[in-house]
C-alpha cells in the first residue's frame, strides 16, 4: 500500500506512490508547493517533517518531528505528516509547447546572448514573473531558461543565455542561431514566484540571474506598482553586468526601484559596491523581518544568501525564495 501524506493543521491527505517525493507525491494528487532547482539546492521547497520517517536522497533517512527538510528529496518510508511552506489547489498549468521564431540575438556582452523569441500568432501563453521555460534540443533533452519579459508580453520570450565553455546549447546551438530560425519551447515552468505583499523586495542576481528579476522589475513596471524593491546585481567584472545601463534607467524613472551593482573582481577605477552580492545586501539591510529576498543565479550565492540572511538579518524563511542556475544535463 501507498503511504499516506497529511498536510499539519489541514484537511489535505494524498497518497504517495513508490519511490516517489512528497513534492512529486503533492502535484500528482493536484497539490502544489514551492519549487525551483528540484535537486536540494535551492531551498524553495522546506517544510517541516512532524511525524514519520523520510529517505533525503543525498543525506539518509530524517524522523519526525524534524523542521527544514527538503520536500523534493523526501521519499516517506511510510505515512508521514508535513507541514509545508504553503500549499494550494494547483491550477492546472496551462503549459504548452511551441515552436517559435528567433526574433533577434544580440550580445551586450562577451559570453552573452540575449536571444528574443516570438510566439505563432495566437498563442499567447500565460506565466507569472520569475517563471520559466524548457528549451528542446534536436535530440529531445532540455533545458531551463527563465524569461526576462514582463508577463504582460506572454506573446514571446526574452533569454539571457550566459555561454558554458562546450555548452550544447548555449555555445553550440545558440551561436549558430539567425533571426527566423526556429526553436521549440515549452512553457511556463517554476513555482517560485513573490507575494503581491507591500512589504520591502530584496533582488538578488548574479550574472544570467538578472533575467527573471528583470521580468520582475518589469512586471511591477507594467502594473505601476510602487512596492520599494532593492536590487543587488553581481558579477566578477562590468562585463557580467551585461546591461546594467537598462537596470539603472529604470531606477532613474521609478523611485521605488534602487539598483545596486556589486563586483567581486573590480578593476582599478570601479568606485561602487565590492565583494558578495549577499553579503552587501546584509550590510546594508541587517534587519530583514519585515523584508522578501528572491535570489537568482549561482548556488553558491541562493546557498549563502539563504544561510546569511535567515541567520544573521531575522529573515523569516519562507520569506525567502531563490532559483538557483544548476547544470542540468540530460535528466531534468
Ligand atoms: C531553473 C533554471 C533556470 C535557468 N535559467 C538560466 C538563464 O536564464 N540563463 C542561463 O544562462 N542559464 C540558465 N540556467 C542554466 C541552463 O539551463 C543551462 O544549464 C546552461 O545554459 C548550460 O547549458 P548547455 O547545454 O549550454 O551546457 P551543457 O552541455 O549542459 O554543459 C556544458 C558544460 O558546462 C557546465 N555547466 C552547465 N551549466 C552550468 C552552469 N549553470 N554553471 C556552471 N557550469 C555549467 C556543465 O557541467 C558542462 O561541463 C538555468 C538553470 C535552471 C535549473
Ligand atoms: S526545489 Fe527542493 S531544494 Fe530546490
Known amino acids: ?49 512532524e511525524r514519520g520517517q523520510v529517505d533525503l536522497r543525498t543525506t539518509g533517512t530524517v524522523h519526525g518531528p524534524t523542521p527544514d527538510v527538503l520536500l523534493c528529496q523526501a521519499v516517506p518510508r511510510g505515512p508521514v505528516e508535513i ?38 500568432i495566437g498563442r499567447r501563453t500565460p506565466f507569472r514573473a520569475g517563471q520559466y521555460l524548457m528549451v528542446h534540443l534536436p535530440d529531445g533533452d532540455t533545458r531551463p531558461y527563465s524569461m ?15 555561454t558554458e565553455p562546450g555548452g550544447r546549447f548555449s555555445e553550440r ?32 542576481a548574479t550574472g ?12 511591477q513596471i507594467a502594473r505601476r506598482g510602487t512596492r520599494p524593491i532593492h536590487l543587488y546585481w553581481g558579477g566578477q567584472t562590468e562585463q557580467d553586468l551585461y546591461l ?17 551593482p556589486v563586483l567581486s573582481r573590480p578593476t582599478a577605477g570601479w568606485t561602487g559596491a565590492t565583494g558578495w552580492v549577499q553579503d552587501v545586501a546584509l550590510a546594508e539591510n541587517p ?32 520569506r525567502f525564495h531563490a532559483d538557483a542556475f544548476l547544470p542540468v544535463g540530460p535528466s531534468l
Open 1 to 49: 500500500m501507498n503511504p499516506t501524506i497529511t498536510v499539519t493543521g489541514t484537511d489535505i491527505t494524498f497518497d504517495c506512490p513508490q519511490g516517489a517525493t512528497i513534492l512529486e507525491a503533492a502535484e500528482d494528487a493536484g497539490w502544489a508547493i514551492p519549487y525551483s532547482c528540484r535537486k536540494g539546492a535551492c531551498h524553495s521547497c522546506l517544510g517541516d517533517l
Open 83 to 120: 507541514r509545508p511552506r504553503r500549499i494550494a489547489d494547483s491550477t492546472p498549468p496551462a503549459r504548452r509547447t511551441l515552436t517559435t521564431k528567433i526574433y533577434r540575438a544580440h550580445m551586450p556582452a562577451p559570453r552573452i546572448t540575449v536571444l528574443e523569441l516570438r510566439f505563432p
Open 148 to 162: 526576462a519579459n514582463p508577463p504582460r508580453d506572454n506573446d514571446l520570450a526574452e533569454l539571457h543565455v550566459r
Open 173 to 204: 546551438l545558440v551561436g549558430a542561431l539567425r533571426p527566423g530560425d526556429l526553436l521549440t519551447v515549452e512553457t511556463p515552468f517554476g513555482d517560485v514566484t513573490v507575494d503581491r505583499s507591500p512589504d520591502p523586495l530584496v533582488l538578488l
Open 208 to 219: 544570467t540571474g538578472f533575467a527573471p528579476v528583470a521580468s520582475l522589475v518589469r512586471d
Open 244 to 260: 546594467l545601463d537598462r537596470a539603472r534607467r529604470w531606477a532613474q524613472r521609478h523611485n521605488w526601484l534602487t539598483v545596486t
Open 287 to 318: 534587519d530583514l523581518t519585515g523584508h522578501e529576498v528572491y535570489a537568482c543565479g549561482s548556488q553558491a550565492m541562493t546557498d549563502s544568501a539563504f544561510s546569511t540572511l535567515t541567520r544573521k538579518a531575522g529573515l523569516p524563511e519562507d
